[in-house]
C-alpha cells in the first residue's frame, strides 16, 4: 500500500478474498462510472431543492477531480473533510476516488483540538468545510488549521461566502469541456484498488481517536453486500439523517449501497423528526437508518398525522444499544420493520435480516454479512468462551483492516498477533446465531451512537485549573442512553465546576459533545488491586448518590 502506517491483509488472505469475489479489483471512482452507465438518467441524490441525476452526479465528480489535480491533489493524498450532508459532499468523494485522494471524515462538532490533530495525523493535503454551519463559521476555523501545517494548503469552501484565496468547490463542480475526454484522462489516473479510499473515525479506541483506512476493495464489499443483506434494489429510496461522515450512512449499505443499485439516496441535514418525516413524505422514502436516540424521538412524535409515513418500510437502528421497550414499540409506532444493526467503523457488521422472526428483530443486533467474516468470544485470558456465554468479540474478515494507520502501538493492543480485531465489545451467540451485544470492556461514553474517550476527556479536565486529578464515567441518560459524566479531585486554586470546565473545553476548541454534563467533587478515587482508578466502584457510588439527591 502507498501510504506508510497502514497494515495490509496477509497476502494468502487477500487472494482469498479476491478468489471468492469478495474484493473485484475496481477502485471506486471506476464503479461510479459503471453506476452512471447503468442508471444513467434516473435521479441519484436528492438534496432539498436539488436533484442530481446518476450521469451528472458522474460528470461533476470528474469535473471537480481534475480540479483537484490542478491544486497539486494526487493519488497518495489525504483531504480532510467537514460537510454536512449534501450532494457536494457525496460529490466530492466519488472526486476523490477518481484520482487516489482519500477523504479524512471529520464530524460537523469537531473543533480545533479534533480538526488539528487529524490534519497532522493524515498529512492533509487539502481541507473540505462548508462557509458555515449552525453560526459556526468553518471557513475561518478551516484556514487556520490549513495555515498550521508545514507547507499551506487549500481550504475548499461550500457555501456563498468563499473568502479570496479559498476555492469555490460549488464552482469547481460546474460542467465544462468534453466530459468523454476528461473521463479517458481521469481513467489514467485511477488508483490501484488495494489502496485507501477514505478514512474513518474509530469510536471505540483509547487516546485520541484513531482512524481507519479503508480501502476501495474492502469498502465496495461492505456497501455491495450491505446493500444485499438489506435488500437494497433500484426502488430503494434511502434518507440519510444521521451524518456521512459516519460508517453507518455511507456505506452500510447507506448512500453508497443506495447508488450501487441504482436507488435514490435523499440526504437530510437533520434528523430532527419534523425534518426527517417531511422528508420521508416528500420523497416517499422506503428505507432510513438511525441511532436509538432519534428512534426514540422519532416514535414519540409518529403519532402526529401531518406527515404520510407509510412509504417506510424498514428502519435500520444502531450504533447504541437499543432498549428492550423501544424495540418493541419502533415497527408498530412506524409502521415498518425494524432493522438492529450492530457494526463498527473498523469494519464488522452484523443485521437482522427483514425476514427474522420478531423476537430475532427485537432481541437481538444480527449476524454478520459475510460468510468470510471470522468471530471468536473470548475470556480474559483470550480463551473462547463455552457457546452462547458472554465474552469480548474478536474478529477479522475481508472489510475489517488490520491496524489503525500510523498508530503501531495501539494496534499491538488493539489487534491480536494473528490479525484478530477486539473490538471491546462484551457479546454472545443468541440460540437463533445471533449476536446480542451484553456491554463493553472499553473505556468510552456511547452518547446517543457518538463515542467519547474517557482517555481524552480526563486528560483534558486534567488540565483545568483547581483540579488534581479526574476521572470520567459514562452516566446514565434517558434520552440519550449515556452521558459523559466527571468526578475531579480539587487541588490547588479555585475550585472546579461544571461551567470552569465548560469554559476551559470551548478555549481548547474541543466538539461540544465530549464536554462533561454532570461534575461530581470526590475526595479520593477507589482503586483496583493493580491500583487503577476502579470506574466501576465510582460509577457505582456516584449513581447511589444521585439516588439520594432525587
Ligand atoms: C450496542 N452497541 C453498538 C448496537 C454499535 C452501523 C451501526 C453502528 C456503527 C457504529 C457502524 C451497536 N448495540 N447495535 O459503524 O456501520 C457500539 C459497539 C461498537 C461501536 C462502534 C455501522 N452498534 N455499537 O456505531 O465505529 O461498542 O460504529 O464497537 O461509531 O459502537 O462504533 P462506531
Not at 150 to 165: F, I
Not at 278 to 302: C, D, G, K, N
Not at 414 to 433: E, I, M, Q
Amino acid at each position: 500500500m502507498k501510504r506508510a502506517g497502514t497494515v495490509p491483509w496477509p497476502e494468502h488472505e487477500a487472494e482469498r478474498y479476491t478468489a471468492a469475489g469478495h474484493w473485484r479489483g475496481r477502485p471506486l471512482g471506476d464503479w461510479m462510472w459503471s453506476w452512471s452507465e447503468s442508471y444513467g438518467s434516473r435521479t441519484a441524490l436528492v438534496d432539498g431543492a436539488t436533484r442530481i441525476g446518476y450521469r451528472e452526479l458522474a460528470v461533476r465528480a470528474d469535473a471537480l477531480a481534475e480540479r483537484l489535480v490542478s491544486l497539486g491533489l494526487g493519488d497518495g493524498d489525504n483531504l480532510l473533510v467537514q460537510l454536512p450532508n449534501c450532494w457536494e459532499f457525496v460529490a466530492l468523494f466519488l472526486a476523490c476516488q477518481r484520482i487516489g485522494v482519500a477523504p479524512v471524515l471529520a464530524l460537523m462538532p469537531h473543533r480545533e483540538h479534533e480538526l488539528e490533530y487529524l490534519a497532522e495525523l493524515a498529512d492533509v493535503a487539502a481541507i473540505a468545510v462548508p462557509d458555515t454551519c449552525r453560526d459556526f463559521d468553518h471557513q475561518t476555523l478551516a484556514a487556520k488549521i490549513a495555515g498550521t501545517r508545514p507547507r499551506p494548503v487549500p481550504v475548499l469552501v461550500v457555501g456563498d461566502r468563499v473568502e479570496p484565496g479559498h476555492v469555490d468547490l460549488r464552482a469547481a463542480l460546474r460542467i465544462e469541456g468534453d466530459a468523454e475526454e476528461r473521463r479517458g484522462r481521469l481513467d489514467e489516473r485511477a488508483p490501484d484498488a488495494g489502496e485507501v479510499a477514505l478514512f474513518l473515525l474509530s469510536g471505540g479506541t483509547t487516546g485520541l481517536p484513531k482512524i481507519i483506512a479503508r480501502t476501495h476493495n474492502d469498502y465496495e464489499y461492505n456497501f455491495r453486500r450491505s446493500g444485499e443483506v438489506c435488500g437494497f434494489t433500484a426502488e430503494t429510496t434511502y434518507l440519510a439523517v444521521l451524518p456521512l461522515a459516519h460508517n453507518f450512512p455511507l456505506g452500510c449499505p447507506g448512500v453508497l449501497g443506495t447508488l450501487a443499485v441504482g436507488g435514490l439516496a435523499v440526504l437530510s441535514p437533520s434528523p430532527h423528526p419534523r425534518t426527517a418525516f417531511a422528508e420521508i413524505a416528500r420523497e416517499r422514502v422506503t428505507i432510513t437508518s438511525v441511532v436509538p436516540a432519534v428512534a426514540h424521538r422519532w416514535l414519540e412524535h409518529a403519532g402526529d398525522r401531518t406527515y404520510d409515513l407509510t412509504s417506510l418500510e424498514l428502519v435500520q437502528v444502531g450504533g447504541s444499544v437499543l432498549p428492550a421497550e423501544l424495540a418493541r414499540e419502533l415497527g408498530p409506532g412506524l409502521g415498518c420493520t425494524l432493522q438492529q444493526v450492530y457494526g463498527m467503523a473498523e469494519g464488522l457488521l452484523n443485521y437482522t435480516r427483514p425476514d427474522d422472526p420478531s423476537q430475532v428483530l427485537r432481541e437481538t443486533q444480527g449476524r454478520p454479512i459475510s460468510e468470510a467474516d471470522e468471530i471468536l468470544v473470548v475470556d480474559a485470558e483470550g480463551r473462547p468462551v463455552p457457546d452462547g456465554a458472554t465474552g469480548e468479540l474478536l474478529t477479522r474478515g475481508p472489510y475489517t483492516p488490520r491496524g489503525y494507520y500510523r498508530a503501531p502501538q495501539h494496534n499491538q493492543r488493539a489487534f491480536t498477533a494473528d490479525g484478530w480485531y477486539r473490538t471491546g465489545d462484551l457479546v454472545r451467540w443468541h440460540p437463533s446465531g445471533n449476536l446480542v451485544v451484553e456491554g463493553r470492556l472499553k473505556d468510552l461514553v456511547n452518547r446517543g451512537g457518538e463515542k467519547v474517550s474517557i482517555d481524552e476527556v480526563e486528560d483534558l479536565v486534567r488540565a483545568v485549573p483547581g483540579v488534581a486529578d479526574a476521572a470520567a464515567l459514562a452516566l446514565p441518560d434517558p434520552a440519550l442512553g449515556e452521558r459523559v459524566g466527571i468526578c475531579v479531585i480539587p487541588g490547588d486554586g479555585p475550585r472546579p465546576t461544571l461551567e470552569t470546565v465548560h469554559a476551559f473545553f470551548a478555549a481548547r476548541g474541543v466538539a461540544a459533545f465530549k464536554t462533561p454534563e454532570l461534575l461530581y467533587l470526590v475526595e479520593e478515587f477507589p482503586l483496583t488491586p493493580v491500583g487503577k482508578v476502579d470506574r466501576r466502584t465510582l460509577r457505582e457510588r456516584i449513581l447511589a448518590l444521585a439516588e439520594v439527591s432525587v
